[in-house]
Nanobody, 118 residues
Framework: VALVESGGGLVQSGGSLRLSCVAI????????AGWFRQFPGKEREFVAD????????LYRESVKGRFIISRDNAKDTVYLQMNSLKPEDTAVYYC????????????WGQGTQVTVSS
């Protein structure tokens, strides 16, 4: 599965962005999908994920109540609505899918840069 992220940009603290992740090869509709982020010089960290049928979601503690993950399987797309953004959310955001036998797919795309100014 090859994924492409988009929707990042520069926003002021307290603002919102909506990230999109679309499958350009294969499909993500059969898998748990997730968003991750990477700060400069740091390892990539989990942000949120969603089950194939959207009945279960999971968030890292620092984004709970601010970020919402969703998906549209008809469009083979996963979204991350980010509200009340903070400067500490500044990072490159990536999406991935979790294969039942292998875990999260580590063939990462380019990601999308999110920059939050104070």
């Amino acid at each position: 599965v090859a994924l492409v992220e988009s929707g990042g940009g520069l926003v002021q603290s307290g603002g919102s962005l909506r990230l999109s992740c679309v499958a350009i090869e294969g499909t993500l509709r059969d898998y748990r999908a997730g968003w991750f982020r990477q700060f400069p010089g740091k390892e990539r960290e989990f942000v949120a994920d969603i089950s194939p049928s959207s009945d279960r979601t999971l968030y890292r503690e620092s984004v709970k109540g601010r970020f919402i993950i969703s998906r549209d399987n008809a469009k083979d797309t996963v979204y991350l609505q980010m509200n009340s953004l903070k400067p500490e959310d500044t990072a490159v955001y990536y999406c991935s899918v979790e294969f039942p036998s292998r875990g999260w797919n580590d063939a990462w795309g380019q990601g999308t840069q999110v920059t939050v100014s104070s």
